[in-house]
């Protein structure tokens, strides 16, 4: 059976980097407002931070795009050597957001198989986009990646778990889960959680996402059956957010 979503390799800044400023907006936000950005690179300062590592997008196309992806490339590979990173094998993180009207939202990182991704109008495949993919801001992203040692993606993936039977059990399992971090995100951006997942609470994962995927192929042969139409393509994931930055990827 196609999963589509798996553990993946992760890296997080090791104990006693500040996460408050190593954590930054995704790069496709306040592109109209560079004070915003600039406001950032204020707080960060000197200190270790995702923003040396991304392109915002108010600089792309701009006089500072070439300087900026030579240092994106610059600080990846500085990162690497001053050993900053604890990398963790074939994971998962249970992630709770909560932002700043206090309204809490959750989530699983991991991994999405790009060979079950297509982002073409039409697209029959297990991952696929919720509206038209640009191709034209394409080459922008490959542009940062080209040559790039590290990934920093900021994908959001949809599933419509009508049942509550991935995500949500998760939340009962994060006592017995090692807390990964915990703070306040800059700027009025609310507070993260992440909970490393261990292999029991995985496995529990991966079998829900498998019995949601039987459901879905269930309910296909179903219109065969009393539409006799033509075979319904089983969708599992949609690609809420950075769907760029996924096609880029693929």
């Known amino acids: 059976m196609k999963r589509g979503f798996c553990p993946v390799d992760i890296i997080l800044p090791k104990k006693g980097i500040d996460m408050s400023k190593w954590s930054v907006i995704a790069c496709d936000q306040f592109t109209s407002e560079p004070e915003y950005w600039e406001k950032v690179e204020e707080l960060v300062g000197d200190n270790p931070s995702a923003l040396r590592m991304i392109l915002p997008e108010v600089y792309l196309d701009g006089p500072e795009e070439e300087k900026r992806l030579v240092n994106i490339r610059y600080f990846m590979e500085k990162y690497i050597e001053e050993d900053i990173f604890e990398e963790y094998k ?37 991952v696929r986009a919720t509206e038209a993919t640009l191709v034209e801001r394409i080459p922008a992203r490959i542009r940062v990646r080209r040559n790039a040692p590290m990934e ?55 079998a829900a996402i498998d019995q949601m995927h039987l459901e879905e192929a269930r309910k296909a042969q179903q219109v065969i059956a009393d539409r006799k139409a033509d075979v319904p393509s089983v969708l599992l994931y949609c690609v809420g957010d950075g769907k760029h930055s996924l096609s880029s990827a693929k």
């Open 90 to 126: 074939n994971a998962m993180i249970y992630v709770e957001r909560t932002d700043s009207t206090g309204k809490m939202r959750a989530g699983i990182v991991g991994g999405i198989d790009l060979e079950q991704y297509d982002y073409h109008k039409g697209s029959h495949s297990l």
């Open 152 to 206: 920093i993606p900021h994908i959001m993936i949809l599933i419509d778990d009508n049942k509550k039977s991935i995500v949500e059990p998760v939340a009962g399992m994060k006592d017995e889960s090692k807390l990964l971090y915990d703070f306040d995100l800059m700027l009025g951006g609310g507070h993260i959680r992440g909970y490393l997942l261990g292999e029991s609470e995985q496995a529990k994962i991966l």
